[in-house]
């Protein structure tokens, strides 16, 4: 089963807005990490935030943690046409594979 | 380009049959990951490499899935007598020992069982 939820489901906004989606999960963690997937480039890690971290900057990206929540958002700020792809949070299990959530859907509508 | 390469990256084939994989990794990454992702949903881990040593498997990884990384450089994935619900796109990552948990992924290989 897959223990990271990303929420909403799916989002789609007008190209130039903000997008915002949310991660949350169950267990304790030594970092998180979002990846991006779309049919062209298949799946891309963008970020990675550790769990003594409270925010983290990548270009147009903005990924916060709160671990007392159990956590995760990321905002793509000025969102373009190439942003439309799905987005996962992902963990490290207890060993070393990664669990991901179900991700959300973003769609840019020019 | 040297990013983490999949063959083949269509794969069609009839209920019953056997059915193997490839992944060729990031040259100097000796950590092999495999993943299955289903319609609408994320990777699900598999099994893992470090060199040519298997370290884990999940529960998914039924009987009839078998992973080898021989010389611990590529690495196969075979899957034998098909059903249909193994439908799904194979994908395989790598990365290296040590550093951040970040995997690199291939472009995957799609399964279609008839």
């Known amino acids: 089963s897959q223990q990271g939820e990303e929420d909403p489901q799916a989002l789609s906004i007008q190209e130039g807005e903000n997008a915002t989606m949310n991660c949350s999960y169950k267990?304790?963690?030594?970092?998180l990490q979002w990846y991006r997937q779309n049919s062209g480039r298949g799946l891309v890690h963008l970020i990675l935030?550790?769990?003594?971290?409270r925010e983290k900057h990548s270009g147009r990206l903005r990924v916060t943690l709160d671990t007392s929540k159990k956590s995760s958002s990321l905002l793509i700020t000025a969102s373009r046409a190439a942003d439309t792809a799905s987005y996962f949070c992902a963990r490290r299990l207890s060993a070393d594979g990664l669990t991901f959530g179900k991700g959300t859907h973003l769609i840019i509508q020019p | 380009d040297t990013g983490v390469s999949q063959n083949p990256r269509h794969k069609i084939t009839k209920r019953g049959q056997n059915v193997t994989f490839r992944c060729d990794p990031i040259s100097e990454h000796n950590r092999l990951y495999w993943y299955r992702q289903t319609l609408g949903q994320g990777p699900e881990f598999l099994t893992y490499?470090?060199?040519?040593?298997?370290?884990?498997k999940s529960r998914l990884l039924s009987d009839r899935f078998s992973a080898e990384r021989p010389k611990g450089s590529f690495s196969t994935l075979e899957i034998q007598r098909t059903e249909q619900g193994d439908s799904a796109m194979y994908l395989c990552?790598?990365?290296?020992?040590?550093?951040?948990?970040?995997?690199?992924f291939g472009p995957g290989t799609r399964l279609t069982v008839l």
């Open positions: 490499f470090q060199n040519e040593a298997q370290l884990e």
């Open positions: 267990t304790s963690i030594n970092n």
């Open positions: 935030i550790r769990s003594n971290e």
């Open positions: 990552a790598s990365r290296t020992a040590t550093g951040t948990d970040t995997q690199y």
